[in-house]
């Protein structure tokens, strides 16, 4: 049975642990307390608590009924994955080489303004 601080631990190794919650308010409540902001699933078969998790888990990745081991880059269509972000600003979720390239806008004119 997974203890309180267990929540709070992250093993580098193939630990899970199962937290059963009475509903779709507590399981978006404990995520919001002790997830990473890396990926989450949920299993159901109704849409609308499927909706609701999607919507409101804060998390650079959520699924409906599909493993969160598809958070790579490769399995995105991005190429190599060279790192995930659980940022909000700029890339978020796995990043490919075009996710950690900044831009450079240029301007070409005749003597336009702007009014």
């Not at 888990?57 to 958070?71: E, G, P």
């Not at 790192?83 to 301007?107: F, N, V």
Request: overall charge negative.
């Amino acid at each position: 049975m997974a203890e309180a601080q267990d929540w709070e631990t992250e093993y580098n190794n193939y630990i899970l642990n199962v937290a059963v919650v009475d509903g779709v308010e507590a399981a978006i409540q404990h995520i919001h307390s002790h997830g990473s902001g890396h990926s989450e699933a949920i299993v159901t078969a109704d849409r609308a608590v499927a909706e609701r998790f999607l919507a409101e888990v804060d998390s650079a990745a959520v699924y409906w009924n599909a493993s969160t081991r598809f958070t790579d880059g490769g399995e995105y269509g991005m190429g190599a994955e060279i790192g995930i972000s659980t940022d909000k600003i700029g890339a978020r979720g796995p990043m490919g080489l075009d996710e950690l390239c900044s831009y450079k806008w240029q301007g070409f004119g005749t003597g336009q303004v702007r009014a």
